[in-house]
């Protein structure tokens, strides 16, 4: 069990939040439809769990870090709507500065670190994070996301090593939503319990009902309480699902509808609207306001988005280096 209660304030709190996450990635959808949103883009709609659950766990001094689907991470860990939604259009008023996009959200201020397009590149750094917070004698923790194809990567096997051996402050969450962009898990590897890859570094390893809040909420905060009494790192393969497809140029032929609305059948947002009805937490009056001022949150962010300013032709020689008059070559 958690140390850290669960209460009614947590099931309106998962609830809010996660339905904010879920419409804002449903509007963004739309807008990149009507080619408002340009490149690539990897929406989060079904695996709101994951991120719900670890909040209600995590200090705003704990650091975070993901791959490129990752626009529900900055809003979870405290990024404005307005600003992931800016950044998504390419205006200068995004997290990134428009300079980042859909994939590369960034918000030093809230402990968000990315937002990284190389596959399981995020996995050294989240331990580099976590060893930063320990060199500098803090007890806050970095969770570190892949996505279940990631754990393919070399780089993974190197940082669990040191990450174990240096006892550093990370928790590595695998979300495995069972494919890795097209390709079924069961066939690119050997193992198909995903969280068994920890156990040979003596990480303490397991699976997670990621569509649960409540489990998440569970095993985050074990392995929380672990990595701030300087045990070092646990490795959660929290087991989810995306009802839409890796990116939205993706036709989903790898899959059958039936597959998909068996999951829908385990949303996580209705799930916790049942907890709370059953439990009497709120009325439909409190769920209607709560629709009423998600759907006012993400109008305004797209508002804000379009209103926004472009970037000037200048800012392409800012945020590169340190150095504010490094020489560029610029005829």
Not at 69 to 86: E, F, L, S, W, Y
Not at 175 to 188: D, I, P
Not at 225 to 241: C, H, K, N, S, V
């Amino acid at each position: 069990m958690s140390s850290i209660e669960i209460t009614k304030d947590t099931y309106l709190q998962w609830y809010e939040s996660m339905l904010l996450m879920r419409k804002f990635e449903e509007k963004t959808g739309q807008l990149y439809g009507q080619q408002k949103i340009r490149g690539f883009c990897h929406l989060y709609i079904g695996q709101e769990a994951l991120l719900a659950g670890a909040m209600s766990v995590l200090r705003p001094d704990d650091s975070l870090i993901t791959a490129y689907r990752d626009h529900a991470h900055a809003i979870a860990k405290g990024t404005h709507p307005n600003a992931v939604m800016a950044e998504m259009y390419g205006k200068v008023t995004g997290c990134s500065r428009g300079k980042g996009g859909s994939m590369h959200m960034f918000d030093a201020e809230n402990k968000f670190f990315g937002g990284h397009g190389i596959v399981g590149g995020q996995i050294p750094l989240g331990a580099g994070i976590a060893f930063a917070e320990k060199y500098a004698g803090k007890d806050s923790v970095c969770v570190t996301y892949m996505g279940d194809g990631a754990v393919r990567q070399g780089a993974l096997n190197e940082t669990f090593n040191m990450a174990a051996l240096w006892k550093l402050p990370v928790i590595f969450v695998c979300e495995n939503n069972g494919y890795a962009m097209g390709t079924s898990v069961a066939r690119t590897t050997i193992e198909p319990d995903i969280y068994k890859l920890g156990i040979p570094y003596g990480i303490p390893s397991s699976a997670v009902d990621g569509m649960d809040p409540v489990a998440v909420h569970n095993a985050m905060n074990e392995a929380v309480d672990r990595a701030r009494a300087g045990e070092g790192p646990t490795f959660l393969e929290m087991r989810t699902y995306r009802y839409k497809g890796h990116s939205m140029s993706d036709p989903q032929k790898y899959r059958t509808k039936e597959e998909v609305e068996s999951y829908k059948a385990k949303d996580p947002i209705e799930i916790v609207k049942q907890a709370i009805e059953a439990n009497k937490y709120a009325d439909e009056k409190w769920f209607e306001e709560i629709d009423a001022k998600i759907k006012g949150q993400v109008d305004e962010a797209v508002k804000f988005a379009e209103e926004s300013p472009w970037p000037e032709a200048s800012d392409l020689y800012t945020d590169v280096y340190v150095q504010k008059d490094y020489p560029y070559i610029k005829d």
